[in-house]
Protein backbone atom coordinates (compact mmCIF):
# COMPACT_ATOMS: atom_id res chain seq x y z
CA UNK A 1 0.00 0.00 0.00
CA UNK A 2 1.27 3.18 -0.68
CA UNK A 3 1.55 6.26 1.25
CA UNK A 4 -0.86 8.07 -0.93
CA UNK A 5 -1.33 11.62 -0.06
CA UNK A 6 -4.28 13.82 -0.78
CA UNK A 7 -2.67 17.03 -1.25
CA UNK A 8 -4.06 20.57 -1.74
CA UNK A 9 -6.83 19.82 -4.42
CA UNK A 10 -10.02 21.11 -5.22
CA UNK A 11 -11.16 22.55 -1.48
CA UNK A 12 -14.80 23.33 -2.85
CA UNK A 13 -16.07 20.41 -3.17
CA UNK A 14 -16.48 17.04 -1.25
CA UNK A 15 -12.98 15.09 -0.25
CA UNK A 16 -13.82 11.69 -0.03
CA UNK A 17 -11.50 9.16 1.77
CA UNK A 18 -11.66 5.76 2.82
CA UNK A 19 -10.94 6.10 6.98
CA UNK A 20 -9.16 2.75 7.27
CA UNK A 21 -7.07 2.67 4.24
CA UNK A 22 -6.11 6.76 5.03
CA UNK A 23 -4.94 5.61 8.73
CA UNK A 24 -3.29 2.64 7.54
CA UNK A 25 -0.93 4.39 4.79
CA UNK A 26 -0.54 7.49 7.12
CA UNK A 27 -1.96 9.50 5.01
CA UNK A 28 -1.90 13.66 4.90
CA UNK A 29 -4.35 16.14 3.72
CA UNK A 30 -4.04 19.93 3.72
CA UNK A 31 -5.54 22.58 2.63
CA UNK A 32 -7.30 25.54 3.23
CA UNK A 33 -11.05 26.34 2.87
CA UNK A 34 -12.61 29.78 2.24
CA UNK A 35 -14.99 30.93 4.53
CA UNK A 36 -17.47 30.72 1.30
CA UNK A 37 -17.09 27.10 0.69
CA UNK A 38 -17.43 26.37 4.06
CA UNK A 39 -21.53 24.98 3.33
CA UNK A 40 -22.41 23.91 6.24
CA UNK A 41 -21.93 27.13 8.18
CA UNK A 42 -23.50 29.09 5.43
CA UNK A 43 -26.81 29.86 8.30
CA UNK A 44 -24.05 30.63 11.32
CA UNK A 45 -21.68 32.69 9.29
CA UNK A 46 -21.81 36.36 9.44
CA UNK A 47 -20.21 37.33 6.22
CA UNK A 48 -17.67 35.64 3.62
CA UNK A 49 -14.69 37.09 5.04
CA UNK A 50 -11.90 34.43 6.48
CA UNK A 51 -10.45 31.38 6.09
CA UNK A 52 -9.58 28.13 7.97
CA UNK A 53 -5.96 26.13 7.50
CA UNK A 54 -6.77 22.04 8.24
CA UNK A 55 -4.86 19.41 8.76
CA UNK A 56 -5.44 16.14 8.55
CA UNK A 57 -2.96 12.73 9.56
CA UNK A 58 -3.83 9.40 9.78
CA UNK A 59 -2.90 6.61 11.65
CA UNK A 60 -3.69 3.84 13.98
CA UNK A 61 -4.40 4.96 17.76
CA UNK A 62 -3.05 2.92 20.58
CA UNK A 63 -6.08 0.02 20.08
CA UNK A 64 -4.77 -0.24 16.40
CA UNK A 65 -8.06 1.77 15.17
CA UNK A 66 -7.88 4.09 12.27
CA UNK A 67 -7.66 7.69 13.71
CA UNK A 68 -7.13 10.70 12.57
CA UNK A 69 -5.05 13.71 13.93
CA UNK A 70 -6.88 17.12 13.07
CA UNK A 71 -5.80 20.38 13.52
CA UNK A 72 -8.16 23.16 12.64
CA UNK A 73 -6.69 26.73 12.72
CA UNK A 74 -8.32 30.04 10.87
CA UNK A 75 -10.62 32.59 11.65
CA UNK A 76 -14.44 33.30 10.73
CA UNK A 77 -16.65 36.10 11.03
CA UNK A 78 -19.98 35.56 13.20
CA UNK A 79 -22.31 38.28 14.24
CA UNK A 80 -22.75 39.85 17.41
CA UNK A 81 -26.02 38.62 19.20
CA UNK A 82 -26.04 42.19 21.29
CA UNK A 83 -25.70 44.35 17.72
CA UNK A 84 -25.48 41.84 15.14
CA UNK A 85 -22.25 43.33 13.48
CA UNK A 86 -19.89 40.62 12.25
CA UNK A 87 -17.80 39.50 14.44
CA UNK A 88 -13.86 37.96 13.65
CA UNK A 89 -14.03 34.75 15.69
CA UNK A 90 -10.51 32.93 15.64
CA UNK A 91 -10.73 28.80 15.21
CA UNK A 92 -8.52 26.73 16.72
CA UNK A 93 -9.17 23.14 17.57
CA UNK A 94 -6.73 19.88 17.79
CA UNK A 95 -9.01 16.76 18.01
CA UNK A 96 -7.88 13.19 17.41
CA UNK A 97 -10.91 11.02 16.16
CA UNK A 98 -10.77 7.05 16.22
CA UNK A 99 -13.45 4.76 13.99
CA UNK A 100 -14.79 1.72 15.61
CA UNK A 101 -16.42 -0.95 13.49
CA UNK A 102 -19.78 -1.51 14.59
CA UNK A 103 -20.28 1.36 17.35
CA UNK A 104 -22.67 1.31 19.91
CA UNK A 105 -24.77 4.72 20.95
CA UNK A 106 -22.93 3.65 24.62
CA UNK A 107 -19.65 3.01 23.59
CA UNK A 108 -17.71 2.07 26.51
CA UNK A 109 -14.12 3.42 25.85
CA UNK A 110 -15.70 6.58 24.59
CA UNK A 111 -16.20 7.90 27.87
CA UNK A 112 -11.91 7.36 29.21
CA UNK A 113 -11.20 8.97 25.73
CA UNK A 114 -11.17 13.04 27.15
CA UNK A 115 -12.25 16.24 25.73
CA UNK A 116 -10.24 15.95 22.81
CA UNK A 117 -11.00 12.49 21.44
CA UNK A 118 -14.04 11.19 19.80
CA UNK A 119 -14.71 7.86 18.70
CA UNK A 120 -17.24 7.19 14.96
CA UNK A 121 -18.53 4.84 13.18
CA UNK A 122 -15.77 3.28 11.07
CA UNK A 123 -17.31 4.05 7.57
CA UNK A 124 -16.22 2.20 3.86
CA UNK A 125 -16.22 5.80 2.93
CA UNK A 126 -15.73 9.61 4.59
CA UNK A 127 -15.67 12.78 3.27
CA UNK A 128 -13.37 14.86 5.24
CA UNK A 129 -14.63 18.56 4.16
CA UNK A 130 -18.37 17.63 6.08
CA UNK A 131 -15.89 16.33 9.02
CA UNK A 132 -14.12 19.10 9.40
CA UNK A 133 -17.04 21.68 8.65
CA UNK A 134 -18.96 19.39 11.48
CA UNK A 135 -15.81 20.37 13.97
CA UNK A 136 -15.53 24.02 12.96
CA UNK A 137 -19.71 24.32 14.03
CA UNK A 138 -19.06 22.47 17.36
CA UNK A 139 -16.38 24.86 18.14
CA UNK A 140 -17.45 28.19 17.80
CA UNK A 141 -19.59 30.08 20.01
CA UNK A 142 -23.66 29.71 20.40
CA UNK A 143 -23.96 33.45 21.37
CA UNK A 144 -20.78 35.28 20.49
CA UNK A 145 -20.98 38.70 21.48
CA UNK A 146 -18.76 41.92 21.62
CA UNK A 147 -19.16 42.44 25.47
CA UNK A 148 -21.05 44.93 27.25
CA UNK A 149 -20.71 48.04 26.34
CA UNK A 150 -18.23 47.34 23.50
CA UNK A 151 -20.16 46.83 20.64
CA UNK A 152 -19.04 49.51 17.48
CA UNK A 153 -22.57 50.60 16.64
CA UNK A 154 -23.24 51.54 20.48
CA UNK A 155 -19.85 53.87 20.33
CA UNK A 156 -20.84 55.67 17.63
CA UNK A 157 -24.36 56.39 19.28
CA UNK A 158 -22.68 57.50 22.54
CA UNK A 159 -20.53 59.66 20.33
CA UNK A 160 -22.94 61.95 19.06
CA UNK A 161 -22.71 65.17 21.26
CA UNK A 162 -25.47 66.31 19.64
CA UNK A 163 -27.84 64.18 20.59
CA UNK A 164 -27.98 64.62 24.40
CA UNK A 165 -31.39 63.05 24.71
CA UNK A 166 -30.44 59.93 22.80
CA UNK A 167 -26.88 59.57 25.04
CA UNK A 168 -28.91 59.70 27.84
CA UNK A 169 -31.17 56.80 26.89
CA UNK A 170 -28.42 55.00 26.10
CA UNK A 171 -26.79 55.01 29.10
CA UNK A 172 -29.84 54.25 30.94
CA UNK A 173 -30.32 51.01 29.64
CA UNK A 174 -26.67 50.37 30.07
CA UNK A 175 -27.13 50.71 33.54
CA UNK A 176 -30.36 48.69 33.47
CA UNK A 177 -28.66 45.80 31.82
CA UNK A 178 -25.96 46.26 33.81
CA UNK A 179 -27.98 45.80 36.79
CA UNK A 180 -30.18 42.86 35.69
CA UNK A 181 -29.32 39.93 37.75
CA UNK A 182 -27.76 36.78 35.98
CA UNK A 183 -25.14 34.97 35.98
CA UNK A 184 -24.91 35.11 39.23
CA UNK A 185 -24.73 31.31 40.35
CA UNK A 186 -25.86 32.18 43.95
CA UNK A 187 -28.57 30.34 45.84
CA UNK A 188 -31.15 33.48 44.84
CA UNK A 189 -32.49 31.98 41.85
CA UNK A 190 -32.49 28.47 42.11
CA UNK A 191 -34.62 26.21 44.87
CA UNK A 192 -33.33 23.22 45.07
CA UNK A 193 -35.58 20.47 46.90
CA UNK A 194 -33.99 18.23 48.75
CA UNK A 195 -35.82 14.70 49.32
CA UNK A 196 -34.09 13.76 52.30
CA UNK A 197 -36.62 11.84 53.15
CA UNK A 198 -36.80 8.99 50.46
ZN1 LIG B 1 -21.75 43.83 19.05
Redesign the pocket.
Same mark, same amino acid.
Given at each position: MSGDKVGVMDTDGPVLIDPRQFARARSHFAAIFPAASLSRLEDVLASSEGSVQVLVDGHLDAYDRPSLRVVIKGCVELA &? $? $? &???P?AITVALGRELSFVEGLSEFEPSAEQEGDDRDVLPLVAQLDLRELLEEEILLTLPMAP??GPG? &??? $?VEVSSVRGDGTRVAVFSKLGEMLSAVPGGDAGDSGIREKKNAGD
Open positions: &C $R $R &CLAMSHK &CPN $R
